[in-house]
């Protein structure tokens, strides 16, 4: 038997680590897109509808959902940082618009010549980082501008002399660098137009997953519940057990304090029997209702049973005598 025992025990374990693994299976990813969520979403629902009854495995599937929990807020947080590529956008833009417009201005003839170079080559630097940080460093509007710009290029490796300011002005705009940029930003602000709105379509399903876990974990908590309360009943069975019986005991001593003839009455007709009977249901449907294991419909189903049963024997009693 001890065997036996053991075996069984194995083998549930066995079915525990598997359904461990099937759950890990069927984690958040950080990364997860809209459909995921919604697909995601879907399945929490499932298991909404067929929580487990064994204790551990809803232990497991608490840990689990806490888990998932924790790495919804993770995702939301990073889906939820301020945007502010729209406003950098915006940034630059104003300083190409001010850089085209005083380039034609600028004289060469000034020791600080190179600064039409350096300037240029600063904001450069910064709409290189807006791109890459929006998936548009390889768009078309950007090779063409990298085309535009490959006469300059050699001042990168030669430098740039004093010489060089006059002709890098007419290239400059001789390019139409300036419309060029101008379908740059163009794109850029509708490709940002586009992510926030799938931004915020995907925080709101977040959201609703979100909502989703945290039913599931407390319909999982209201299930330990049970179940601990049935534990507990069942370790306090054999007390309850011995209360009613030394209840009943007592019913039956305290019969005897009264007269014979009310005494014979009594165990004659069965209300002896009845009474304890109807305290021990009592009890018991009233331990049952108080820890939560049958519900209000079928407490108060069982209550007005034994109601009814309880005044149908007066009447039927008192209809006895009086015939």
Do not use: H
Request: glycine fraction near 6%.
């Amino acid at each position: 038997m001890k065997q036996l025992r053991q075996v069984k025990q194995l083998i549930f374990l066995s079915i525990c680590f598997l359904s461990s693994i099937s759950i890990l299976s069927q984690n958040l990813n950080r990364n997860s897109s809209k459909e995921q969520l919604i697909n995601y979403s879907e399945s929490i629902k499932v298991k909404i509808k067929n929580i487990p009854t064994n204790e551990f495995q809803i232990y497991d599937e608490l840990k689990w959902v806490t888990n998932e929990i924790s790495i919804l807020s993770d995702l939301k947080r990073s889906e939820d940082k301020n945007d502010d590529n729209n406003t950098k956008i915006t940034g630059i833009k104003k300083q190409f618009d001010n850089y085209f417009e005083n380039l034609e201005k600028y004289s060469c003839q000034t020791k600080d010549y190179s600064k039409v170079y350096t300037q240029f080559l600063t904001l450069i630097t910064q709409i290189d980082n807006v791109l890459f940080s929006v998936d548009l460093d390889e768009s078309n509007e950007w090779t063409n501008i990298q085309v535009a710009l490959s006469p300059i290029s050699q001042y990168r490796q030669g430098g740039f002399k004093q010489s060089d300011c006059e002709v890098f002005k007419k290239e400059m705009l001789g390019n139409n660098l300036p419309q060029l940029f101008d379908s740059l930003f163009l794109k850029i602000n509708t490709e940002t137009t586009k992510k926030i709105a799938e931004k915020k379509d995907k925080l709101g399903m977040v959201s609703i997953v979100e909502t989703d876990l945290n039913n599931y974990k407390q319909t999982l908590l209201d299930a330990q519940s049970t179940v601990k309360t049935k534990e507990k009943l069942g370790n306090n069975l054999p007390i309850m057990i011995l209360i009613i019986g030394g209840l009943s005991i007592v019913a039956f001593g305290m019969v005897r304090l009264f007269p014979e003839s009310v005494m014979l009455e009594w165990v004659v007709s069965g209300q002896v029997i009845q009474f304890v009977t109807v305290m021990i249901l009592l009890s018991c449907i009233m331990a049952l209702g108080l820890s939560g294991l049958i519900g209000e419909n079928t407490l108060g189903t069982l209550l007005g049973g034994v109601a009814g049963y309880v005044l149908s024997q007066g009447i039927g009693k008192s209809k006895s005598e009086s015939k």
